[in-house]
């Protein structure tokens, strides 16, 4: 059922984003089954990645795995010029953050 209605909404032109990925009831089997055209990757995956090997390595695979489905990379938390750094490096297409946009609160 929900898929059909996803379907039905992209056939109309519109886009479908999953937001925080990576955290709470976002899923692979979502990625898989579900008709996104682009994927917010929560900041734990910015976090630490230009420091740390591993946080590097996943959140590289990542891009490279949304890319290849044909999706639109979303980076959420960029905080930091490393930060923004490595999402240009790793070629994310869209980027948030209090480095790019501060909160106006």
């Known amino acids: ?9 992209r056939l109309r032109g519109i886009g479908l ?13 979502q990625l898989r089954k579900f008709p996104f055209t682009e994927l ?3 900041r734990v995956f910015v976090f630490g ?7 590097k390595a996943i959140f590289e ?6 890319h290849r489905m044909g999706m639109v990379a979303v980076a959420e938390g960029a905080e ?5 750094l ?7 297409d869209l980027i948030q ?7 106006a609160c």
């Open 1 to 9: 059922m929900i898929l059909e209605q996803l379907t039905r909404i």
């Open 17 to 29: 984003s999953i937001d925080d990925f990576g955290t709470g009831f976002s899923s692979m089997e």
């Open 40 to 42: 917010k990757m929560d």
């Open 49 to 55: 990645a230009s420091s740390q090997s591993a946080a």
């Open 61 to 66: 695979s990542s891009v490279e795995l949304v």
């Open 80 to 84: 930091t010029e490393e930060d923004l």
């Open 86 to 92: 490595l999402c240009r490096e790793l070629k994310v």
């Open 97 to 103: 953050g209090y480095l790019i946009a501060p909160h």
